[in-house]
């Protein structure tokens, strides 16, 4: 059996549509704490933290969750991490190309664990004992190896692998003899009483080597758009930007599809590992501790002869009253109110807003930026009032405004400010005023968080009325 490291690649490119309201495009699920103090990307990543068995982990972003998710990693005690940012989603087989590719470069044996950022095993043991059974049939023999999950019920939303024959060189490790849609309840049913199948996890573990020579065989235009993007990625702080261009002429596909279904040399191991996807509201509600009602209460919540719910808010008071079976949950401007049966059309709604042109799915009231973050706290014809938290030694982009006026009130900490060619200090209950059209800038050079609020006038209060003449983070 090799004793090479494994290098974990953890997939962060979803959107996490099924678990709105908390869930939203620029900041999806998997940058959410939603089962103890860590976010899920964090607790993925400490998962394969393990020095004697794995390397640096690799992420694969998107452009707009950037900072968020390298600020996450170095609260985890990651300073310099490595991201490769999509130019655009492409679904999995891209993604795990980028990573391969780029792994091959300094190791053309390189073995990559690809993992989710956004599921839960509670089963570490479990979980490293797995890997290390298939790593004989991933070394040794060149095997593209799955993870499948014994399954406990009859689940409909989750796809099935049908187990063959055991391996001759590696016990532990079966044949994929083909894989499934997911089911109705009458087919997952039986796919339970026969014991032949799994639930698929979409955890892969390839040698790069033999996963490059497949996805060639099989996907020749995709492995091409990938090699001709990384061959042009440029680096910028501690992110590589694959070649726009190429990558969008990549077909998009998954590794299931792309790869897995065709190789006559994939193997799936079974494993139990206390695995969950959280797919939806109920799945949360199943891994959740419970009160003596069955209940899950997070934020403020007054529940009064209700069973078996989940009730959660960031934002006002839920008060439930004899709900059973109930998903209510809360945020600064939606509610989502579902039975637990029914979580999986959420993404239905996220589908509807987008239809309708509103914004409740693309971001929360507290937008993150790089620097910090921002929350409007009110809004009307020609003004609007944004609450600013600057982290320490963080500066904003050096901008102007061709269409609004701004007034900053210093709430806490101290500011340093930039207009034009004064640059003064500004302490708690102090304030000014930038002009329309004046270069400007703000800065925290102390060791707390600065609040600002932020008063804009003007003709037009959109984002994008800003010029950047310089930027910290590399924006345009």
């Given at each position: 059996?090799?004793?090479?490291?494994?290098?974990?690649?953890?997939?962060?490119?979803?959107?996490?549509?099924?678990?709105?309201?908390?869930?939203?495009?620029?900041?999806?699920?998997?940058l959410?704490?939603?089962?103890?103090?860590?976010?899920?990307?964090?607790?993925?990543?400490?998962?394969?933290?393990?020095?004697?068995?794995?390397?640096?982990?690799?992420?694969?972003?998107?452009?707009?969750?950037r900072?968020?998710?390298?600020?996450?990693?170095?609260?985890?005690?990651?300073?310099?991490?490595?991201?490769?940012?999509?130019?655009?989603?492409?679904?999995?087989?891209?993604?795990?190309?980028?990573a391969?590719?780029?792994?091959?470069?300094?190791?053309?044996?390189?073995?990559?664990?690809?993992?989710?950022s956004?599921?839960?095993?509670?089963?570490?043991?479990?979980?490293?004992?797995?890997i290390?059974?298939?790593?004989?049939?991933?070394?040794d023999?060149?095997?593209?190896?799955?993870?499948?999950?014994?399954?406990?019920?009859?689940?409909?939303?989750?796809?099935?692998?049908?187990?063959?024959?055991?391996?001759?060189?590696?016990?532990?490790?079966?044949?994929?003899?083909?894989?499934?849609e997911?089911?109705d309840l009458?087919?997952?049913?039986?796919y339970?009483?026969?014991?032949?199948y799994?639930?698929?996890?979409?955890?892969?573990l390839?040698?790069?080597?033999?996963?490059?020579?497949?996805?060639?065989?099989?996907?020749?235009?995709?492995?091409?758009?990938?090699?001709?993007?990384?061959?042009g990625?440029?680096?910028?702080?501690?992110?590589?930007?694959?070649?726009?261009?190429?990558?969008l002429?990549?077909?998009?596909?998954?590794?299931?599809?792309?790869?897995?279904?065709?190789?006559?040399?994939?193997?799936?191991?079974?494993?139990?590992?206390?695995?969950n996807?959280?797919?939806?509201?109920?799945?949360?509600?199943?891994?959740?501790?419970?009160?003596?009602d069955?209940?899950?209460?997070?934020?403020?919540?007054?529940?009064?002869?209700?069973?078996?719910?989940?009730?959660?808010s960031?934002?006002?008071?839920?008060?439930?009253?004899?709900?059973?079976?109930?998903?209510?949950?809360?945020?600064?401007?939606?509610?989502?109110?579902?039975?637990?049966d029914?979580?999986?059309?959420?993404?239905?709604?996220?589908?509807?807003?987008?239809?309708?042109?509103?914004?409740?799915?693309?971001s929360?009231?507290i937008?993150?930026?790089?620097?910090?973050?921002?929350?409007?706290?009110?809004?009307?014809?020609?003004?609007?009032?944004?609450?600013?938290?600057v982290?320490?030694?963080?500066?904003?982009?050096?901008?102007?405004?061709?269409?609004?006026?701004?007034?900053?009130?210093?709430?806490?900490?101290?500011?340093?400010?930039?207009?034009?060619?004064?640059?003064?200090?500004?302490?708690?209950?102090?304030?000014?005023?930038?002009?329309?059209?004046?270069?400007?800038?703000?800065a925290?050079?102390?060791?707390?968080?600065?609040?600002?609020?932020?008063?804009?006038?003007g003709?037009?209060?959109?984002?994008?009325?800003?010029v950047?003449?310089?930027?910290?983070?590399?924006?345009?």
């Amino acid at each position: 059996m090799s004793s090479r490291k494994i290098s974990p690649v953890i997939l962060s490119g979803g959107s996490g549509t099924r678990l709105w309201p908390m869930s939203r495009a620029l900041y999806p699920k998997q940058l959410l704490p939603l089962v103890g103090e860590n976010t899920m990307i964090q607790e993925t990543v400490k998962r394969v933290s393990n020095q004697d068995m794995f390397t640096h982990p690799l992420i694969i972003a998107n452009e707009e969750h950037r900072f968020i998710v390298a600020e996450q990693l170095r609260q985890i005690g990651i300073e310099n991490p490595d991201i490769i940012l999509e130019p655009e989603g492409r679904n999995t087989a891209p993604a795990a190309a980028l990573a391969a590719l780029h792994l091959e470069k300094d190791d053309p044996n390189a073995l990559m664990l690809i993992m989710p950022s956004d599921h839960i095993i509670g089963n570490q043991d479990a979980f490293l004992a797995a890997i290390n059974i298939a790593l004989p049939a991933v070394a040794d023999s060149q095997a593209l190896a799955t993870f499948g999950i014994i399954p406990t019920s009859p689940e409909t939303g989750y796809g099935y692998i049908k187990q063959g024959d055991e391996l001759e060189a590696c016990a532990g490790c079966r044949q994929v003899a083909e894989f499934r849609e997911k089911p109705d309840l009458t087919t997952a049913r039986a796919y339970m009483k026969s014991g032949a199948y799994l639930w698929n996890s979409g955890i892969f573990l390839f040698p790069v080597r033999a996963f490059l020579e497949i996805l060639g065989k099989f996907e020749p235009e995709m492995l091409e758009a990938c090699r001709n993007a990384m061959a042009g990625a440029q680096k910028d702080l501690c992110f590589l930007r694959p070649e726009k261009e190429s990558f969008l002429t990549c077909p998009s596909n998954s590794i299931d599809y792309a790869v897995m279904e065709r190789t006559e040399n994939a193997t799936v191991i079974p494993v139990d590992m206390d695995w969950n996807d959280i797919g939806s509201w109920a799945a949360l509600w199943d891994v959740q501790d419970k009160d003596e009602d069955g209940n899950v209460c997070q934020g403020d919540i007054i529940s009064h002869n209700s069973r078996n719910c989940l009730l959660k808010s960031d934002g006002p008071a839920i008060a439930a009253i004899g709900l059973e079976n109930i998903v209510a949950v809360a945020t600064d401007d939606a509610v989502l109110i579902s039975h637990k049966d029914h979580t999986q059309d959420v993404k239905e709604v996220v589908t509807h807003l987008a239809r309708e042109g509103r914004n409740e799915h693309i971001s929360h009231t507290i937008v993150y930026r790089p620097w910090g973050s921002y929350q409007t706290s009110d809004f009307g014809d020609r003004f609007q009032v944004k609450r600013l938290m600057v982290s320490p030694g963080q500066t904003l982009s050096l901008q102007k405004h061709h269409h609004r006026a701004e007034h900053w009130v210093v709430v806490q900490g101290r500011a340093e400010v930039t207009i034009d060619d004064e640059v003064r200090m500004l302490n708690e209950n102090e304030s000014c005023y930038i002009p329309i059209g004046s270069l400007h800038r703000l800065a925290n050079p102390g060791k707390i968080p600065l609040h600002i609020v932020e008063v804009q006038s003007g003709s037009y209060l959109g984002e994008d009325d800003i010029v950047r003449f310089e930027d910290t983070y590399g924006r345009d």
